[in-house]
């Protein structure tokens, strides 16, 4: 019983090293991945676990295999964006500009409607979960607790909607947001800058008021961003004067 498990964490050790290679642009799309012995020797593993990798890998959308050919880099265009592996390999390499820019887009799109729905559907423990998610923002100490507690506070949200699929969508894209929400902190003078939004938010829900809460949440997002944009700012003039 113990060989399967041990090829299965091993398949899963080299889909995630060859995951980040891809996803971090290491390895580029349109190219040729080494043959399988080489490969498989190069990562210190057997060709078993590596044909289990390459099956998931190309499951996910990063390659495709073809007899003769071997395994194939593919474009973005084809990678499952949404996939928890693949957002959480854009996340780990540090995401760009531009993936964040996408990631507000689909926040803004997503998060107010949410918070309206939430104001018009909540319980009162799903209203409970919002409030224990904004106190523990409140009393948190350092930004790892702040980012956390934050993403609790979005998650409670989204679960008051009483829609499942905004559910699903939450926890799918949970990674990308919790590096989201610690690239924001970060980047402000004070990480609890956007404490007095999510009480608005809170407030709103508590007192079914839908509309109150989309404009709140939108108003939430749009600071988010400028504080990320005027960090973008920073470092540009930082390396034009260097």
Not at 9 to 32: A, C, D, N, T, W
């Amino acid at each position: 019983m113990k060989k399967p498990i041990a090829v299965r964490s091993l398949y899963g050790h080299v889909m995630h090293e060859l995951g980040q290679r891809i996803v971090s642009g290491k390895v580029k799309p349109g190219e040729i991945l080494p043959r399988e012995e080489t490969l498989a020797e190069s990562l210190q593993v057997s060709r078993t676990a590596l044909r289990e990798a390459l099956k998931v890998l190309s499951a996910k959308g990063l390659i495709e295999s073809r007899t003769g050919v071997g395994a194939r880099v593919l474009e973005e265009r084809y990678w499952n964006q949404l996939d928890a592996d693949v957002l959480a390999w854009r996340c780990a390499s540090m995401p760009t500009d531009d993936f964040v820019d996408k990631l507000v887009e689909m926040r803004e799109i997503i998060e107010p409607a949410a918070a309206a729905a939430a104001a018009r559907r909540r319980t009162a423990p799903q209203l409970a979960a919002i409030e224990e998610a904004y106190n523990a923002m409140d009393a948190a100490q350092t930004l790892d607790e702040w980012s956390h507690a934050d993403l609790l506070f979005h998650d409670a949200v989204l679960h008051a909607t009483g829609n499942e699929l905004m559910q699903s969508l939450f926890s799918v894209i949970e990674t990308a947001l919790g590096t989201f929400f610690t690239l924001s902190a970060r980047n402000a003078g004070n990480f609890k800058y956007s404490l007095p939004y999510h009480q608005k938010v809170l407030e709103a829900i508590r007192r079914k008021q839908p509309e109150v809460a989309r404009k709140t949440m939108q108003s939430m997002i749009a600071d988010s961003l400028a504080n990320l944009q005027r960090s973008r700012s920073s470092r540009g003039r930082k390396k034009a004067s260097a």
